[in-house]
Every structure is written in C-alpha cells, then in structure tokens.
C-alpha cells in the first residue's frame, strides 16, 4: 500500500530473481489513457531494466477498466508461456456510484483469475478520488505504481516457478 510521500518505483535489482528469461502481458485500459500510459510506461520500463527483453513483454489494450478482466484471461489463453499478466487501469471518482461498481468488479475479477488460473495476474488498477492522484501515482511524486506492479510480477512469476519445481 502506498503512503504519502513513498516512491512506488524504488526497486533493487539485486534483491530480485533473474528474469531475463521471463514473458509478461500487460493488458492496458484505454479509459483514463494518459494515466494508464504512464503506467504502461513504468511497468514496461521497469522490466526491460531488469533484464527482460522487449520481445517478451505483450501489450493487449481494453476499452476500460472493467474489460481488464476479460483481457487478461484471454491474454493468460492465447500465450500460453507468459509468466504473469499486469492488468492496468485507472478509475476515477465521479459524482456517481458507477466507480463503486467499477472498482469492486475489477478487484474481485482480478482476484478470481488468479484463484482459477496459474498464471498470477498483478492488479495495477488506480482508484483515485481525482485526477491529480493519479497523475502522482503514475509517474508523479509518488513514482510510478506501473513499476511497482512490475516487480509484482517478476517476484509473483518467479514464484510460480518454484512453485512448479517443488510440485515436480
């Protein structure tokens, strides 16, 4: 969770496992794009820094937010390879009840793909009340939370990986 004044792109790369060899999908909403931009930039950032090479990172995009869900199990079908998916969104409050639907589907469909999937799926989805907090997470004074679902991922990947090793 992030708190005020933390940078969500701080990462060390020595504390994490190689991943040169891993494939990522990141499945990005249209809606609210100059947010989901900056994040698609700072997940995408993050992992070719960290070793992965660019083509093993596959970009899907949705119209929104709720369509992230959708995308990112058909994604986790047509790749059959990919370590993990990023599922980035941005939902911002308005003055109806639609980003409470919005947000509760999102996270909970989310959550089920990775109940029923093997292949963990990070949520990279800002919840903001304004539009000046997403700015901040996603490339602002907060960092980018992209990149932090980035590492997410890597470290979600790798241990799927173990975790087949040890099921062997």
Request: glycine share 8%; with cysteine.
């Amino acid at each position: 969770m992030a708190t005020k004044g933390t940078n969500l792109s701080f990462y060390n790369k020595s504390e994490l496992p190689e991943a040169k060899d891993f494939k990522i999908g990141l499945v990005v909403s249209e809606w609210n794009n100059e947010i989901t931009e900056n994040l698609f930039q700072g997940a995408f950032d993050a992992l070719t820094d960290v070793g992965i090479i660019k083509e093993n990172i596959v970009r899907w995009n949705v119209p929104g937010s709720f369509e992230l869900i959708y995308g990112c199990k058909k994604i986790q079908e047509s790749f059959e390879m990919l370590d993990a998916v990023i599922a980035i969104g941005s939902v911002i409050q308005g003055e109806t009840k639609h980003f409470d639907f919005v947000c509760h589907g999102v996270t909970n469909g989310i959550a089920q793909l990775n109940l029923t999937s093997d292949i963990p799926s990070i949520f990279c989805v800002l919840t903001d009340n304004h539009i000046q907090q997403s700015r901040d997470r996603s490339g602002g004074k907060y960092g980018n939370k992209g990149a932090e679902a980035a590492i997410a991922a890597i470290k979600m990947a790798q241990l799927r990986k173990d975790a087949k090793f040890y099921k062997a």
